[in-house]
């Protein structure tokens, strides 16, 4: 086949379909860039919100605001800013690169990169539409309680923001999981962990921190949906709950996102960095450790936004030295990317000037960092400008500074044109003025005394200068702003074309085309170093030639090739799905459960939760051996790559679940702190009475959910030992015992004698039971489909795959049942004995 | 058996036991307050530090323990092995670091106040 042939087969494959079909597009590069552009919009709104800020306080006593549009504004440039553009643009970037360096052709569940985005998109203008209503909300982005209960906010503005904020989260999690599972096992053969790009390294830390650091936030959302909806009281002093309980589980996810955000920048820093220095990164493996040391410790954070709440000097104490702590893994980074520039030949380009920025700024609010980190400190400036300019030299000088960096960088890739050197230097000289304006003296309007979140404030406070120069610098940073935008919108048209590899950077993305192909690589090929483009620099023209691996493509399927994790050996092909409607019609429909919820039309609500349910099991049903994937044909061994994933036991799926039940397990692990927190810390919190709760019930419905999932763990091992002709009816078994367990299970709790409204305790139990009862009745549903996928010949002795993708599950399901027997039933009974 | 091989969970291990150690130090000293509180005027040596002291010492002891023979496999390992087992030295001795660190205000704050 000749080389055109093979690209003009590879793109009837890979491309997207026409015109509207585009909404139906799943490829990741069509998918980050949507995610990027939305993110981009976002951002423009953002600021706009943040020149209002700046203009209502520009001078003393205006009234541009009022108190109450004021607070809806500084509200939703918070939100804004962190949910709708700081992490979504920073997924879109690792969704658009981290295939293209790897040297795959796409991400590893392209449906569920599709489904992400339009979570996102529906979630971002649900919240949006709340403030072009006027009926925003207005408790500041951490939603504190009760300031953002009934009482205090009893419009819908909360409710937009807990259920639309819920929804964009979704996506957060889908692409984190997305990404762990496409770096761990789809890279090029021969990519060892120890060879893998330096940014995949920040991303896979970024995406499992998304996993683990997003659910607590979930959890939180849902209670406080449920106490201002149905006045269950999880934040209620006077009936057990606690207010403090929502600025835990808050900032148990919003001190991860800070690193969150950073990380990816940080990567991207650390990518861009060597290349204008001319040598590799002078310390990788310090690099690597600073990464996973950073992500692990970062957890260990969240008080220090709690410290004037009254918790105890001694756990204020271990937070402040982890606070601290923090700083040194940053700092090693620091010392490698300056080490790095020490022994290399640097060039000045526009993003290295970019790049200088971030170094200056994000260390200046690393050092403030470090100054809040002491309690005595933190407490004469919390709530104060202080603590705003700090988190924005942090967010601004660790995020956007290193973005625009990128974007400059990979410009050339996106549109095979250069940027205007002469624009970017004044854009950057403007947003570096300009920030610097804004923030540099917001620390000493802090430390005089302003607080922040007032709208106002009177002359002879002396804070007159110095809000004008931040008003003034304000301006300025968002003249750059658009600056840069017209920029890069000029270059499309005006930029010189750009040579291949024009940077001379050694990563492989640059070899996927400029712009890159909707396939990445025609052919995939054996990595045998760190820096494949400058060690191997006619990749760029063998891989498009075919010369690689995987460059088949007469079978018509998406093909991908599936290494081994850690040494990147070749095992299996993935088969992707293609184009599909599923991901748009499931998140519409999942809006329009949003949106019946914050209608109050609950009756509704179920319709559309039945139906988003029936419409996700018929979206999983197109896998495997379905005819839309990868039908079984007469001559599978022919083929000389490896077997496809489907016909193994080890496929992506299998990793995505428990990647995903991982997820799911910090959300029920927030659930439990939440119940012994009540219980302990609370200020009204007693031994919980779970006495109404039958035992005897409980017990036998474990015991049959335990017989159930032996069961199933029987079935699976004989699959996998060469096969097991019963297995059919025993999975009907399985059905059978579960759905007695969740009968027992769902008398249980119709049984006990909850006070939901009354005894926040109550109300965390009947979250318990419906978590349980979720799941039990998930892993139901999935095995009855997988009875009726054996009569339609998908499951088989032979194509058992899926059901060991469905056993963690099983495993799960039995796990959180009896912890939640322990810790929910039994340990209170147990301590009331002792 | 030893406690350190070739396996890339070494990568995270030792952050994971930090994580653990972490949980079971903060949880312990607002449980123990709540069942047996002791006196603030007694000081910080009393038996809710005393015994968080000494699991932290335990931890920490053990985490540095790993990191050496991390480091000590390392001098014979090539490949992945040798990659992962520096890494594993790193994270482990950085647990264990972090651990004494953040286990120092045991020794002179009292817990419930």
């Known amino acids: 086949m000749s080389n055109q042939q093979l690209h003009h087969r590879m793109a009837k494959v890979w491309d997207n379909l026409p015109g509207w079909g585009n909404l139906a597009a799943v490829n990741h590069t069509s998918i980050s860039k949507r995610f990027m552009l939305t993110g981009i919009a976002f951002f423009f709104v953002g600021i706009t919100l943040a020149m209002l800020?700046?203009?209502?306080?520009?001078?003393?006593?205006?009234?541009?605001?009022?108190?109450?549009?004021?607070?809806?504004?500084?509200?939703?440039?918070?939100?804004?800013?962190?949910?709708?553009?700081?992490?979504?643009?920073?997924?879109?970037?690792?969704?658009?690169?981290?295939?293209?360096?790897?040297?795959?052709?796409?991400?590893?569940?392209?449906?569920?990169?599709?489904?992400?985005?339009?979570?996102?998109?529906?979630?971002?203008?649900?919240?949006?539409?709340?403030?072009?209503?006027?009926?925003?909300?207005?408790?500041?982005?951490?939603?504190?309680?009760?300031?953002?209960?009934?009482?205090?906010?009893?419009?819908?503005?909360?409710?937009?923001?807990?259920?639309?904020?819920?929804?964009?989260?979704?996506?957060?999690?889908?692409?984190?999981?997305?990404?762990?599972?496409?770096?761990?096992?789809?890279?090029?053969?021969?990519m060892s962990l120890a060879k893998m790009p330096i940014f995949c390294w920040y991303i896979l830390a970024m995406a499992l921190m998304i996993v683990f650091g997003f659910p607590p936030l979930i959890l939180a959302?849902?209670?406080?949906?449920?106490?201002?909806?149905?006045?269950?009281?999880?934040?209620?002093?006077?009936?057990?709950?606690?207010?403090?309980?929502?600025q835990h589980l808050f900032w148990l996810f919003g001190h991860p996102e800070v690193y969150i955000i950073f990380l990816p920048a940080a990567g991207i820093v650390s990518t861009i960095l060597p290349v204008f220095a001319g040598r590799p990164l002078a310390g990788y493996r310090w690099l690597v450790l600073s990464v996973i040391t950073t992500g692990f410790i970062s957890f260990g954070l969240w008080v220090h936004h709690m410290f004037t709440v009254g918790i105890p000097q001694l756990a204020q104490a271990f937070f402040s030295v982890a606070s601290m702590l923090v700083a040194v893994p940053t700092a090693i980074q620091v010392f490698v990317w300056m080490a790095t520039l020490w022994t290399g030949r640097v060039r000045f380009e526009l993003p290295m000037l970019w790049i200088c920025g971030f170094l200056f700024i994000f260390v200046c609010g690393g050092l403030t960092g470090v100054m809040l980190a002491l309690v005595p400190f933190d407490w004469q400036v919390h709530d104060t400008h202080f603590v705003i300019a700090h988190f924005h030299y942090v967010l601004i000088g660790g995020m956007l500074f290193p973005l625009i960096g990128a974007l400059y960088y990979w410009l050339p890739l996106l549109s095979g044109r250069k940027p205007s050197m002469q624009l970017g230097k004044w854009a950057f000289a403007l947003v570096f003025i300009g920030f610097n304006g804004t923030f540099l003296l917001m620390h000493l309007t802090g430390l005089l005394g302003m607080p922040r979140r007032v709208f106002t404030y009177q002359s002879e406070q002396g804070w007159d200068w110095l809000n004008l120069s931040s008003s003034v610098g304000g301006f300025v940073l968002a003249t750059g702003l658009v600056m840069v935008a017209l920029d890069v919108i000029l270059h499309f048209k005006f930029g010189p074309k750009a040579k291949?590899?024009?940077?001379?950077?050694?990563?492989?993305?640059?070899?996927?085309?400029?712009?890159?192909?909707?396939?990445?690589?025609?052919?995939?090929?054996?990595?045998?170093?760190?820096?494949?483009?400058?060690?191997?620099?006619?990749?760029?023209?063998?891989?498009?030639?075919?010369?690689?691996?995987?460059?088949?493509?007469?079978?018509?399927?998406?093909?991908?090739?599936?290494?081994?994790?850690?040494?990147?050996?070749?095992?299996?092909?993935?088969?992707?799905?293609?184009?599909?409607?599923?991901?748009?019609?499931?998140?519409?429909?999942?809006?329009g459960l949003c949106i019946s919820l914050l209608t109050r039309q609950y009756l509704l609500a179920v319709g559309v939760t039945a139906t988003a349910a029936a419409l996700l099991f018929r979206w999983s049903w197109e896998n495997g051996t379905h005819k839309t994937m990868a039908p079984l044909t007469d001559n599978e061994s022919d083929s000389d790559e490896p077997p496809l994933h489907s016909r193994t036991a080890d496929g992506p799926g299998l990793w995505g679940i428990m990647v995903m039940l991982m997820a799911d397990g910090a959300l029920y692990?927030?659930?439990?702190?939440?119940?012994?927190?009540?219980?302990?810390?609370?200020?009204?919190?007693?031994?919980?009475?779970?006495?109404?709760?039958?035992?005897?019930?409980?017990?036998?419905?474990?015991?049959?959910?335990?017989?159930?999932?032996?069961?199933?763990?029987?079935?699976?091992?004989?699959?996998?030992?060469?096969?097991?002709?019963?297995?059919?009816?025993?999975?009907?078994?399985?059905?059978?015992?579960?759905?007695?367990?969740?009968?027992?299970?769902?008398?249980?709790?119709?049984?006990?004698?909850?006070?939901?409204?009354?005894?926040?305790?109550?109300?965390?139990?009947?979250?318990?039971?419906?978590?349980?009862?979720?799941?039990?009745?998930?892993?139901?549903?999935?095995?009855?489909?997988?009875?009726?996928?054996?009569?339609?010949?998908?499951?088989?002795?032979?194509?058992?795959?899926?059901?060991?993708v469905l056993y963690p599950l099983w495993l799960y399901t039995l796990g959180i049942f009896w912890v939640s027997v322990c810790s929910f039933v039994l340990l209170p009974a147990w301590w009331e004995a002792a | 058996m030893k406690p350190?091989?070739?396996?890339?969970?070494?990568?995270?291990?030792?952050?994971?036991?930090?994580?653990?150690?972490?949980?079971?130090?903060?949880?312990?000293?607002?449980?123990?307050?709540?069942?047996?509180?002791?006196?603030?005027?007694?000081?910080?040596?009393?038996?809710?530090?005393?015994?968080?002291?000494?699991?932290?010492?335990?931890?920490?002891?053990?985490?540095?323990?790993?990191?050496?023979?991390?480091?000590?496999?390392?001098?014979?390992?090539?490949?992945?092995?040798?990659?992962?087992?520096?890494?594993?030295?790193?994270?482990?001795?950085?647990?264990?670091?972090?651990?004494?660190?953040?286990?120092?205000?045991?020794?002179?704050?009292?817990?419930?106040?």
């Open chain 1, 221 to 246: 959302s849902i209670l406080l949906e449920l106490e201002r909806a149905a006045q269950m009281p999880f934040f209620d002093p006077a009936a057990g709950g606690d207010p403090l309980l929502w």
């Open chain 1, 500 to 591: 291949p590899n024009p940077w001379r950077a050694d990563t492989l993305e640059w070899a996927a085309g400029m712009p890159p192909l909707s396939y990445n690589f025609a052919s995939i090929p054996t990595i045998k170093t760190r820096h494949p483009l400058w060690d191997s620099p006619g990749l760029i023209q063998s891989i498009p030639a075919g010369a690689h691996g995987l460059a088949r493509i007469e079978h018509g399927r998406r093909e991908l090739y599936g290494t081994e994790a850690i040494s990147g050996k070749l095992k299996t092909v993935f088969h992707i799905p293609t184009h599909s409607w599923w991901p748009l019609i499931c998140a519409a429909v999942l809006a």
């Open chain 1, 669 to 804: 692990l927030s659930l439990v702190f939440g119940w012994l927190y009540l219980w302990t810390v609370s200020p009204n919190g007693e031994l919980p009475d779970t006495s109404s709760v039958s035992r005897p019930l409980m017990l036998t419905s474990g015991i049959f959910l335990t017989l159930g999932t032996l069961l199933y763990r029987n079935i699976e091992q004989k699959l996998r030992g060469g096969g097991d002709s019963g297995f059919s009816k025993k999975l009907y078994t399985v059905c059978a015992l579960t759905v007695c367990h969740l009968g027992l299970l769902i008398w249980a709790m119709v049984a006990s004698d909850l006070k939901l409204t009354s005894r926040a305790a109550d109300a965390v139990m009947l979250v318990m039971f419906a978590f349980l009862i979720f799941h039990s009745g998930m892993s139901v549903v999935a095995s009855l489909l997988q009875t009726w996928r054996i009569k339609q010949g998908h499951i088989s002795q032979t194509l058992f795959y899926e059901v060991s």
């Open chain 1, 53 to 190: 800020i700046r203009t209502q306080l520009a001078k003393p006593g205006q009234s541009l605001l009022d108190a109450d549009v004021y607070a809806q504004v500084f509200t939703m440039h918070g939100t804004i800013m962190m949910f709708l553009f700081a992490i979504p643009v920073l997924e879109g970037a690792a969704m658009y690169l981290v295939p293209k360096m790897i040297g795959t052709r796409d991400l590893v569940f392209p449906r569920l990169s599709a489904f992400g985005y339009y979570c996102y998109l529906f979630g971002g203008l649900i919240v949006l539409s709340s403030l072009v209503l006027g009926i925003a909300p207005s408790s500041g982005w951490f939603m504190y309680t009760p300031l953002s209960g009934a009482e205090y906010s009893p419009g819908p503005g909360s409710d937009f923001w807990l259920l639309g904020i819920t929804f964009v989260e979704i996506s957060a999690v889908s692409a984190g999981i997305e990404l762990t599972v496409s770096i761990l096992r789809t890279r090029a053969p021969g």
């Open chain 2, 4 to 113: 350190v091989n070739y396996s890339a969970w070494h990568l995270v291990t030792g952050l994971i036991v930090w994580a653990v150690w972490f949980i079971v130090v903060y949880a312990g000293a607002a449980l123990g307050c709540q069942w047996a509180p002791p006196s603030p005027a007694a000081g910080a040596l009393n038996w809710i530090n005393l015994t968080l002291l000494g699991v932290s010492a335990v931890t920490a002891g053990y985490l540095g323990y790993c990191a050496w023979l991390s480091w000590q496999m390392k001098r014979s390992a090539t490949g992945h092995g040798r990659f992962t087992l520096s890494l594993a030295a790193g994270g482990y001795l950085a647990a264990s670091v972090a651990t004494v660190a953040i286990a120092l205000p045991l020794l002179g704050i009292p817990p419930c106040m």
